[in-house]
């Protein structure tokens, strides 16, 4: 969502359609690696694959191991499908197991490998340099860019920060922190495991450990994580189709996206419900190839949001005669108004988190106050323009990274 409120403030119509087509198309690969990973993980719990090089096997007399996993699908869709229809939003809670449950479930990764390696069930030194497949150099890319899409969580670490002359420290803490644990479980992997016996969905390469409580759980790590974040990504998308579907009449100001009331308003949402739900089960359905999902996402999709719409607001910005001390400015309004204005969504019966679609927080109705007529922005102070947290993408980086200790001055002054 801050990421669209800076779109809304600088692009123009054609570049805020822009901005949320690469939201949505990025979401899209999003839920379909969900819906791809999950079923496969259960198929490989109940009928485990018997060789390494097996395509499809058979499980029992009806059912073959391909027929398995698009029952799984089906299934995955009917249990968790509903809740797109309806307002969900993560709890406390919800947040706190899943972040044990991923701490936990890397923690333990790495220590097998490492124990495997150990032991002597790894591979040399000389092995690992050796191997080459420049095949794969496009997807290898693309999963880099996709398990670095971080940037819409920045301001979640930058709004509690009292000091902002610290919000470069913090950053560069947390991401040098995901960087690590990155480096050292795709190493251990690497040296654990012959290329060709990893599994695009990484966790199934220890479910049939010695000890069959690890491997369950880290088989199980999937279905839990991702069964319990496919809702919540369904809904936000879901919002943001209608968003940009009312942005693509150029009669209509931006960001007029309320929901509309009564029987018309139902139909409505069910069939962005059904937009937001249907293709990404469609591609599961046919294909199981997590790595190809994960590399066309985030070469695409991801790389887009992380260099395209990052370069473009920075040329925005620049393009109307901002110096780098008036750009500081602005960025330092993103986080004054990230910590004084706590934000309400634009459709406030489905609390979820959203992309780019909230309520103006200065009046109640849930209809968001458009700052636009048609391509015509109105002037009005910057600060007072922006309705959402957010320093976010280049944002954060860039008041983190002057490092002066102005910050706290203009920090205070912007204050109402």
Request: proline share 5%; hydrophobic share 45%.
């Amino acid at each position: 969502m801050e990421l669209a409120e800076m779109a809304e403030l600088l692009f123009n119509h054609r570049g805020i359609i822009a901005f949320y087509t690469c939201i949505t198309v990025y979401l899209y690969g999003d839920l379909a690696i969900y819906a791809v990973a999950v079923p496969k993980s259960l198929r490989e719990i109940i009928c485990p694959r018997p060789s390494a090089d097996a395509v499809v096997w058979e499980c029992s007399d009806k059912f073959n191991s391909s027929d398995l996993y698009r029952l799984f699908v089906v299934l995955f869709g009917l249990l968790l499908g509903p809740f797109t229809f309806g307002h969900v939003h993560k709890t406390r809670t919800l947040q706190l197991v899943s972040t044990v449950i991923r701490h936990a479930s890397f923690g333990l990764m790495i220590v097998l490998a490492i124990i495997g390696i150990s032991r002597g069930h790894g591979r040399s030194v000389a092995d690992v340099v050796s191997y080459e497949k420049p095949a794969n150099i496009a997807t290898f890319f693309g999963v880099c860019i996709y398990s670095f899409m971080c940037h819409h969580s920045v301001p979640g670490l930058v709004a509690p920060i009292t000091d902002k002359s610290k919000v470069g420290m913090v950053l560069a803490s947390a991401f040098m922190a995901v960087l690590s644990v990155y480096f050292v479980l795709c190493a251990s992997a690497t040296f654990r495991f012959q290329p060709e016996d990893i599994e695009d969905v990484y966790t199934l390469n220890f479910k049939n450990y010695p000890v069959q409580a690890f491997g369950y759980f880290l088989s199980l790590f999937p279905v839990f994580t991702l069964s319990a974040s496919f809702p919540l990504i369904c809904i936000t998308l879901r919002e943001n189709i209608r968003y940009l579907a009312s942005s693509m009449n150029e009669s209509a100001p931006l960001g007029d996206a309320t929901p509309s009331r009564g029987l018309y308003g139902f139909l409505e949402t069910n069939m962005y419900a059904l937009v937001a739900l249907l293709p990404p089960l469609v591609v599961a359905f046919f294909t199981e190839d997590v790595s190809m999902l994960v590399g066309f996402t985030g070469a695409y999709a991801g790389l887009g949001i992380q260099v395209g719409v990052a370069l473009n607001l920075w040329l925005c910005v620049f393009s109307q005669g901002n110096t780098y001390s008036q750009l500081r400015d602005v960025l330092v309004c993103f986080v004054a108004v990230a910590v004084d204005r706590p934000y309400v969504p634009r459709f406030l019966s489905a609390p979820s988190p959203g992309v780019g679609v909230e309520a103006d927080a200065s009046d109640g109705s849930g209809r968001h106050a458009s700052r636009y007529s048609g391509s015509t922005r109105q002037q009005e102070p910057l600060c007072e323009s922006i309705r959402a947290p957010g320093v976010a993408l280049f944002g954060a980086s860039v008041l983190g990274g002057l490092g002066r200790a102005d910050h706290d001055h203009a920090w205070h002054a912007l204050k109402p």
